[in-house]
């Protein structure tokens, strides 16, 4: 059965009844025939499945698994996040003497307009004629 004949028999299902065509949509992924995953996609699922649902939740989610198999394009990627890393707390610091900076600029200027005013005699009044 061809995929748009499979994804119109799903559609005509939930057309007559929700359950139907929810059904025929799981049977239709379970069995792989709407293609939803990749040979790579299908092998992870089985791993996962195999390992327990714990012990490798996060490089099933994630589809990292640790290493590429490249041992000279791990150290590349290791040095690459490690610079990455480094950048991001050069930054973050940066950031942080930027707003000490500012909120240092905002405080001078809110004591030195306290200053003028309070060394400024009040102005008195005039009467109006």
């Given at each position: 059965m061809s995929r748009p004949v499979a994804i119109a028999i799903v559609v005509l299902g939930f057309m007559f009844w929700w359950p139907v065509g929810l059904a025929l949509l799981l049977y239709m992924i379970g069995s792989g025939r709407m293609g939803c995953l990749s040979r790579r996609g299908r092998a992870r699922v089985q791993n996962w499945?195999?390992?327990?649902p714990f012990s490798t939740w996060k490089s099933w989610a994630w589809g990292t698994d640790g290493s590429s198999g490249n041992h000279a394009f791990d150290e590349y990627k290791?040095?690459?996040?490690?610079?990455?890393?480094?950048?991001?707390?050069?930054?973050?610091a940066f950031l942080e003497r930027l707003r000490f900076a500012k909120d240092k600029a905002e405080f001078d200027q809110f004591m030195a307009e306290r200053r003028n005013r309070s060394s400024?005699?009040?102005?008195?009044?005039?009467p109006s004629t």
């Amino acid at each position: 059965m061809s995929r748009p004949v499979a994804i119109a028999i799903v559609v005509l299902g939930f057309m007559f009844w929700w359950p139907v065509g929810l059904a025929l949509l799981l049977y239709m992924i379970g069995s792989g025939r709407m293609g939803c995953l990749s040979r790579r996609g299908r092998a992870r699922v089985q791993n996962w499945q195999d390992a327990g649902p714990f012990s490798t939740w996060k490089s099933w989610a994630w589809g990292t698994d640790g290493s590429s198999g490249n041992h000279a394009f791990d150290e590349y990627k290791a040095e690459t996040l490690r610079r990455l890393e480094e950048e991001q707390k050069d930054f973050t610091a940066f950031l942080e003497r930027l707003r000490f900076a500012k909120d240092k600029a905002e405080f001078d200027q809110f004591m030195a307009e306290r200053r003028n005013r309070s060394s400024s005699p009040p102005a008195e009044e005039q009467p109006s004629t």
